[in-house]
């Protein structure tokens, strides 16, 4: 473990800005008709401007929240900046849109939300974070022992905590081998059940349903139902998702929030991309 942290406290001073009236958990927890589209980039797998572009791209598209991070052992100067990249983008546009009467400033409004494999990967230029307790992890370091180490820095930074419960599954990827996960299969429909009740209990406002970055199989439908009974929880279902039917799936099962990453990094250019996100947020709109 690093004892002291590598990039500097320095907040931004843009959210109040460009939110002005919602907290970034305020702005999660919110009530949609529609089930809304995360865009996840991960800080090691392009520089800081393109992620930057990616990001903008996805917005443009109708993402909206950008998740910054991975399961890999990205070191935080790396995720901060392309937090910080991300960030100076959207300030940009947000004030090139307020120059403009024909152009919707609020779309610019997005938060950038860490979405750490561990204490390492933090920046004070992120809005937030997920704060996560891997909630099926047999090590303590999972549960809380990254956690406690994460905390002092985030305090310092003022990086708003966002009570989230993860839960891995079948076949969970790199994040369940990493993090030591009993994986939940398809058809553990009351295990997923008493997970959600176990995180609205612990006071969790999130619960965050796993299947691992590109898996072959997103997590059942099943179980995202099982999940959604919990009516207080706000649901993120993530990993393995490609496709526009893929993504109506998981939001006609209940998701609030659907994440996808692979299909960010797979694509050719910002054009494919583009394509890519725009069919996917129009599936989950329509459901
Ligand atoms: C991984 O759930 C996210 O943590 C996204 O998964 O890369 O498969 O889209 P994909």
Not at 80 to 93: P, V
């Amino acid at each position: 473990m690093r004892n002291g942290y590598a990039v500097p406290i320095e907040r931004r001073h843009g959210d109040d800005m460009r939110r002005p009236n919602l907290t970034t958990l305020e702005y999660v927890l919110s009530k949609k008709s529609h089930t809304r589209h995360i865009t996840l980039i991960d800080p090691a797998k392009q520089d800081a401007n393109t992620a930057a572009d990616r990001a903008m791209v996805a917005v443009e598209c109708g993402s909206s929240m950008i998740f910054v991070g991975g399961s890999t052992d990205t070191p935080d100067e790396v995720v901060h900046s392309t937090c910080k990249a991300i960030q100076e983008a959207f300030e940009l546009r947000a004030f090139a849109s307020s120059q403009d009467p024909e152009s919707d400033e609020s779309q610019w409004h997005i938060p950038v939300v860490l979405f750490p494999g561990g204490a390492h990967a933090l920046s004070p230029a992120a809005d937030a974070i997920t704060f996560m307790m891997l909630m099926n992890s047999k090590s303590r370091r999972f549960l809380v022992g990254e956690q406690i180490r994460g905390a002092p820095y985030l305090e310092k930074f003022g990086v708003e905590a966002l009570p989230t419960g993860y839960v891995v599954c079948a076949p969970g990827g790199r994040v369940g081998e990493v993090g030591d996960a009993e994986l939940i299969q398809p058809n553990d429909v009351e295990l997923t059940h008493a997970y959600a009740l176990t995180a609205r209990m612990f006071g969790f406002k999130i619960l965050y349903l796993e299947a691992g970055s590109g898996a072959e199989n997103q997590v059942s439908e099943e179980l995202i139902k099982s999940a959604r009974t919990v009516q207080e929880l706000t649901l993120v279902v993530g990993g393995g998702i490609r496709t526009p039917q893929q993504a109506s799936l998981a939001a006609q099962a209940g998701a609030d929030w659907i994440v996808t990453g692979t299909l960010t990094e797979d694509a050719a250019n910002l054009e494919e991309l583009r394509q890519r996100i725009r069919a996917i947020v129009s599936a989950i709109e329509m459901d």
